[in-house]
Structures are given as structure tokens and as C-alpha cells.
């Protein structure tokens, strides 16, 4: 169970976070119309639920519609919220250059 855990918590997650950090300081960071931090919220929910359609299309077809069904009340709350957080922090430290680590 110990495997589990750290392959759940650590390898996935982690894995997750970074492709959609990725893609946000890929595309819009950098862009104009990120102009105020709440951008950061915006474009990081977009880019989570994103990758939570797609990742559910690949539910989908390996497991089936019922595995989608549970996962639309787990999962994808879970990205939307999660990347509540880190657009906000990324909002923030876009305009707040003195803050950045």
C-alpha cells in the first residue's frame, strides 16, 4: 500500500501539476493578455479542465462510461480546484516580481 500511495500522491499528481504549469507558462504567461493576476486563476482552470476532458476521454475508452460517471464528482472538482491555487499564485508572482522566490 505504501507503493500505492506514493505512486497516487507523488508520481501522478505530480506529473499532472507539472504538465498543466506547463502548459500555463508555455502559452499565456508570457502573452499580453495576461494582464492582472486573476488572469492566473482563469487561464489555469481552462487549462485544468483541458486536462480533465482529455483525460477523461482516456478513461473512457480503457475503463468505460461508469469510471467517468464516478470521476466526474472526484476528479474533475479536484483539477478545477487545485488550479484555483495555482493560478493565484502564479497570478501573483507575475505582477509581483519582488515576491517571487
Known sequence: IGFLLFYVFIIVAFSEELVKIGMLLGY???RPFFN???D???YTIMIGMGFAVV???IYANNYGI???????FTAIPAHAIFAVFM???VGLSKFHPERQC
Open 66 to 72: 461508469e469510471t467517468v460517471m464516478i470521476r466526474s
Open 40 to 42: 492566473g486563476i482563469v
Open 28 to 30: 499565456p504567461y508570457p
Open 55 to 57: 483525460e477523461n476521454i
Open 36 to 38: 492582472e493576476p486573476l
Open 87 to 89: 493560478g493565484y499564485f
